[in-house]
């Protein structure tokens, strides 16, 4: 009794420190503290399970202890940013996927199942069989094994609406019946991953960073289910905190896409085509030498990353060039969409590798009051975020998304390696506008030349 009331009260304590974690991860200035607390409370939390009486062997703890360590430190080491998102899409199937397998135990280990019990496993076993079909389906996209584009075909909708309704006809029979047997409990198994693949499949790939913060949440609530399943209550606190805050974060992601949660899932946004009125004009393209001479006189410069930007690993010519130009008198800032990238906080995220200051980044919101008084604005990588069809061209799927009014500035120069179109495969306005130049080429040696004139 003294020791289960132990384990409580350290649970409490590392439910308290998630809170407050969280709390801190809100801000750029203090995430890193955030992560830290966050991290020791979870510590706590697993040392203090592994003190509880009902474990019986330690052995394939530390086996996995090991191994997960091991591979931890690889993906740490080796992966690289523009792959972040994939990785993430991952790590939140295997949270999925680990929380079905605790259910699934769950069910042989206690023979006198109460109805409870059974609805608990139920929704362990149907959310986290979603989440880890569902994010190999968004890291396929995201990496490319699969193609970017909604995969649609006649009759998906109500094959989905059929599915779903078995799963919750055979979670009802599993609840009355307790008992129920193997076979019911294997139908829920595979109609739960079956049906991850098929919520995912018709999602275009500019909808992936809603997708993976959306999964975020599912692999929390898969977490918070099972921690019913087993009568763990950091597990409950935990997954309902991760839940939580991916649904709020989701949230906050499909208001800045102007879109709502039921669009991004049903309406198969992002296919290759222009969608869109046609776009005429002339483009200009200009060398780093003529963007020295715009930039050597500028007195305030915007910069708006992208994906491009991680492809090319700028983020720290970026930031060379942004002191040069803080040394000769130029106010700089960086305006983060908050799609911006494949995954939430991407941008961010390379900023920050690159030790850029955490009063220089800007919100879209705050940096559209004052972008007509901008002297420069380097566009590096993004496409859609700053897309003025989204602003100007009813005809275009993405009308209505709030944008970077990059247009608006008194000169844009544009870096990319292309003409080609965005995630969301939508030509650009922007590019040919009177006021933008092409600086085409890889963005890190664009970069790189233009600090070489300086």
């Known amino acids: 009794m003294g ?5 409580n009260f350290t649970y409490l304590i590392a439910s308290v420190l998630f809170i407050f974690g969280l709390k801190l991860l809100s801000s750029p200035k203090t995430a890193i503290k955030g992560n830290l607390i966050s991290a020791i409370g ?3 939390a697993v040392l203090v399970t592994l003190i509880n009486h009902e474990i019986i062997s330690y052995e394939w703890i530390v086996i996995g202890l090991v191994i997960g360590t091991l591979i931890g430190i690889f993906l740490a080491r080796m992966v690289a940013m523009t792959k972040m998102p994939e990785m993430v899409a991952l ?6 996927i680990s929380s079905l397998l605790v259910g699934w135990a769950a069910y042989y280990l206690e023979p006198q199942m109460t109805s409870f019990s059974s609805f608990t496993i139920f929704l362990t076993i149907l959310i986290g069989g979603v989440t880890f079909t569902g994010s190999l389906v968004a890291w396929g996209k995201l990496s490319e094994f699969m193609p970017s584009k909604p995969l649609q075909f006649a009759g998906q909708k109500t094959l989905n609406v059929l599915l779903l309704t078995g799963t919750v006809v055979l979670g009802i029979i599993s609840t009355v019946f307790p008992s129920s047997g193997f ?4 139908l829920l198994i595979a109609a739960s991953l ?3 693949i098929l919520l995912v499949i018709p999602i275009g790939g500019a909808d992936m960073p809603v997708v993976i913060s959306l999964l975020n949440s599912y692999s929390g609530l898969a977490a918070c289910a099972a921690g019913f399943v087993i009568a763990n209550n950091v597990l409950i606190v935990s997954g309902a905190l991760v839940g939580a805050s991916g649904i709020i974060l989701t949230s906050i992601m499909c208001k800045a896409m102007n879109r709502s949660l039921s669009h991004v899932l049903f309406s198969g946004f992002g296919q290759t085509s222009s969608m869109g009125s046609e776009v005429q004009g002339e483009v200009k393209s200009a060398s780093a030498k003529d963007a020295y001479y715009v930039l050597e006189a500028a007195q305030s410069l915007v910069v708006v990353p992208g994906y491009g930007l991680a492809v090319a690993q700028a983020q720290h010519a970026v930031r060379e060039l942004a002191s040069l130009l803080e040394d000769n008198g130029c106010d700089v800032k960086y305006a983060i969409h908050p799609v911006a990238g494949r995954m939430p906080g991407h941008m961010n995220v390379l900023l920050a590798e690159a030790d850029v200051p955490y009063d220089q980044l800007v919100e879209m919101d705050d940096i559209n009051r004052t972008i007509d008084t901008v002297d420069v604005c380097l566009v590096i990588g993004a496409n859609d975020v700053v897309n003025t069809a989204a602003r100007d061209d009813e005809k275009s799927s993405i009308y209505g998304m709030p944008i970077i009014d990059v247009d608006k500035a008194k000169n844009v120069f544009v870096l990319k390696r292309s003409m080609a179109s965005g995630f969301a495969g939508i030509s650009n306005p922007l590019f040919f506008k009177e006021n933008t130049t092409m600086l085409f080429g890889d963005a890190k040696k664009t970069l ?3 600090i070489e004139e300086f």
């Open 194 to 196: 079956l049906l991850g």
């Open 448 to 450: 790189q030349q233009i």
């Open 3 to 7: 020791l289960q009331l132990l384990i």
């Open 183 to 186: 076979l019911i409990n294997i």
């Open 42 to 44: 979870m510590l706590i």
């Open 91 to 96: 790590l939140n199937g295997f949270g999925g």
